[in-house]
Every structure is written in C-alpha cells, then in structure tokens.
C-alpha cells in the first residue's frame, strides 16, 4: 500500500517523512525544497506480531510495511500549473490513500505561504486543486463516452453518472460525498481514479506544548476534526519536530522521552496504524 503526503509548503511534509522512514529528505524553511517525490518503506508497529515472535522463537520476523511518498507542495493555480502543481497531482494519483499533513501551530520563524495560519483554508486550497483536476478527468471521459451513449444503454447510464459527479465537483464538493447509488457506479469510480475519491488521514502538526492533551486545547485542531466529520477521516495530532527527535533515539530513550512528554505512544505510530 502506497500513501502521499501532502499538503501546502512549510507545514511539515518534510519533516514528518524523515520521521517516519528516517530517509532524511530535505527540510527547509522555504516552498518547494521537495522537488521530486521521496519514498520510503515503514514497518507497521504491532505488538501482537512481537509476543509471536517471542512465543515461537521465530527466526525471522517480517511485519506489514507501508509506502510513504512525500510530495512537493502545492499552491494556488497548481491545477492549472502553478508551482510543482501538474508533478504533483500527477503523484497522487499513483497512491492509494493521502496523509494530508496540516498547519496547526503558530511560529514566527517558519514562514506561511499565505502569511497566516488557518487549517481549513490550507485544506481547502489544496481540495479545491484537487478538485479541478478531477473536473479535466471526468471532460475527458465524458468526450469518449458520449460517442457511444446513443446506442448503449449502459454508456448512457455510464455518461449520466459521469455528469452527476461533474456537476458535484462543480459546487465544490469532493467525489467521496457523492451518492454512489448501485454496483455500476460503485466499479466506475473506482476506475476514475478521481484524487477526491481517495481515503484521507490528516495529520494535525503542532507545538510541543499541545503534545499533553492531544491538541484538546489547541483551537486549529478543533476546527480540522470538526472539518474531517463531513468525510468520515480520521485526525491524528502529532508535532513533527518532535517525532524528528524521537526517530533519533533507540526504544528505551523513545519511551523515556514520551513519558516525559506525557504521553503514552507517539503520534506517528498512531498514524502508521491507521495508515
């Protein structure tokens, strides 16, 4: 299984990928530092698989991996070639699931590409891209099908869909909310490989002093799990720094380090989890 991560420049794509496959992408303090995909492979945790082990005396131990692919960052316009914009929706396309990371922490240090920080607005930047392109897919498929349309009751049914689900992307919706009403149309877009059909994780980063109550107090983080309930995703809270500096410590330090913190389990293996 492949994820992306994805999400505006500067909110810690980067950083949250060197963390997770310790591949040392490089991070900076600047839009576009990520100009080719990064990719690396990272064994799910499972405690489960390492009481097995123990149980059987295993000689090897082989646990589930994920795909992670860090993407470069997008901007305004990328549907239409702004920025990395066609690179980038080109490399979502090829992975099954999107870990769409989230600005939620405020710091003067780091700069915005919109000089604030607002979450819902980064994710709908980012949506409403994803959105377009969606829309010059389904033109696509809408030119080949109609040709045929008249003389098959199928293609007709098939254009009919394909029309629907234009004119929901056209108000601003992802495909993922739209009624999927029969078997036929469940396989069709499955096939459209549409970017808003795919499942999401976001990834709430923020400071270190909203670690202790999992961004209970944190009002970014508020608004992008009440943002997430309209698509049925999971938000995880994790402070990529952080997980930058735990990636560098062996288990007994990680332990100690997030107890300190005053936590049980570091974000990331909850977003591994869940990925």
């Known amino acids: 299984m492949k ?11 980067s950083t949250l990928f060197n963390s997770l496959t310790k591949a040392g992408a490089e991070s900076a303090n600047y839009p576009f530092c990520t100009i080719d995909p990064n990719v690396g492979i990272v064994a799910v945790p499972d405690e489960r698989l390492d009481k097995l082990t123990e149980m059987y005396n295993s000689a090897k131990t082989t ?21 990395l914009g066609n690179q980038f929706l080109a ?15 405020e710091d003067t240090n780091v700069i915005h590409v919109d000089g604030s920080v607002d979450p819902i607005r980064d994710i709908e930047t980012i949506n409403l891209e994803l959105i377009f392109s969606d829309i010059e897919v389904l033109d696509r498929r809408i030119a080949k099908t109609i ?11 098939e254009l009919d869909f394909q029309q629907r689900i234009k004119a929901h992307l ?8 739209i009624e999927v009403t029969d078997e036929d149309e469940q396989a069709w877009i499955e096939e459209y490989n549409l970017l808003t059909w795919k499942p999401v994780i976001f990834a709430a980063n923020v400071g270190e002093e909203d670690i202790a109550d999992d961004g209970a107090s944190n009002e970014n983080v508020q608004k ?6 309209d698509f049925d995703a999971e938000v995880f809270v994790v402070c990529a720094q952080i997980e930058q500096e735990l990636a ?28």
């Open 63 to 83: 646990p589930a991996v994920i795909e992670f692919v860090d993407i470069a960052g997008l901007v305004k316009g990328a549907s239409k070639g702004e920025g």
């Open 170 to 177: 056209e108000e601003g919706k992802l495909a993922k909310t």
């Open 91 to 105: 490399n979502i396309r090829e992975v099954d699931a999107i870990v769409h990371v989230v600005r939620c922490f």
């Open 147 to 157: 040709r045929g349309a008249r003389n098959d009751k199928m293609l007709a049914k």
């Open 248 to 275: 560098e410590l062996d288990d007994e330090e990680k332990k100690m380090f997030l107890e300190d913190l005053g936590v049980k389990e570091s974000g990331l293996d909850k977003l591994i989890k869940a990925s």
């Open 224 to 229: 992008v799990k009440e943002y997430a309930k």
């Open 3 to 13: 994820l992306g991560i994805v999400g505006l420049p500067n909110v810690g794509k």
